[in-house]
Nanobody, 118 residues
Framework: VQLQASGGGLVQAGGSLRLSCVVSGPSFEKYAIGWFRQAPGKEREWVGCFSAYDSVKYYGRSVSGRFTISRDVAKNTVHLQMNSLKPDDTAVYFC????????????WGQGTLVTVSS
């Protein structure tokens, strides 16, 4: 499974940005697609994901109500719409594909930098 993330950039606090993750590869539709982020000097944080089985979306507490995950099936793309951005949202954002095969199998995109200025 291959993931290609894009859409990062510089935005002012209160603004919006949309990230995209193009997913390809064998059986990619069976993977949950999610987003993580990592700020400088901090551990990687789970942002949210799109379940492969029930299409339910899940969000981390710090972004719930501000971020929305959506999927464009025709383009094999998962989007992360980020609204009401805060300086604390500054991080490198990674898309992830995860599947349980008796153990967790993870694939990662290359990351895209989001910088929110105050």
């Amino acid at each position: 499974v291959q993931l290609q993330a894009s859409g990062g950039g510089l935005v002012q606090a209160g603004g919006s940005l949309r990230l995209s993750c193009v997913v390809s590869g064998p059986s990619f539709e069976k993977y949950a697609i999610g987003w993580f982020r990592q700020a400088p000097g901090k551990e990687r944080e789970w942002v949210g994901c799109f379940s492969a089985y029930d299409s339910v979306k899940y969000y981390g507490r710090s972004v719930s109500g501000r971020f929305t995950i959506s999927r464009d099936v025709a383009k094999n793309t998962v989007h992360l719409q980020m609204n009401s951005l805060k300086p604390d949202d500054t991080a490198v954002y990674f898309c992830n594909a995860r599947r349980w095969l008796g153990y967790w199998v993870d694939y990662w995109g290359q990351g895209t930098l989001v910088t929110v200025s105050s």
